[in-house]
């Protein structure tokens, strides 16, 4: 069983950054993803980045070029450096860590993005 914590999450302006990071504890296994989603009231929960162990990384088309997710595996941990954000990045952001099957989460933190 694998824990996860955010944090980093708060209110921004438009066209401000943010960075979130993600602390992993636990007992964990490889090959294993890790990844960022976001969930808007009244909306479904999406993917925003992932990153494998290896380092490739996967990012949701209306993120690319603004949000850079990266990991530190040595102290399990993982970020999310948003830029250029915009009052639709507006969500809870939720920690994931897929082994196989199987899914740890978080409990998410706020982005609130508005002027």
């Known amino acids: 069983q694998v824990q996860l914590v955010e944090s980093g999450g708060g209110l921004v302006q438009p066209g401000g950054s943010l960075r979130l990071s993600c602390a992993a504890s636990?007992?964990?296994?490889?090959?294993?993803?890790m990844g960022w989603y976001r969930q808007a009231p009244g909306k479904e929960r999406e993917l925003v980045a992932t990153?494998?162990?290896?380092?490739?990384?996967n990012y949701a088309d209306s993120v690319k070029g603004r949000f850079t997710i990266s990991r530190d595996n040595a102290k399990n941990t993982m970020f999310l450096q948003m830029t250029s954000l915009k009052p639709e990045d507006t969500a809870v952001y939720y920690c994931?860590?897929?082994?196989?099957?199987?899914?740890?989460w978080g409990q998410g933190t706020q982005v609130t993005v508005s002027s």
């Open positions: 994931n860590y897929r082994w196989l099957t199987s899914d740890s």
């Open positions: 990153i494998v162990i290896g380092g490739t990384t």
């Open positions: 636990g007992k964990f296994f490889s090959p294993n993803a």
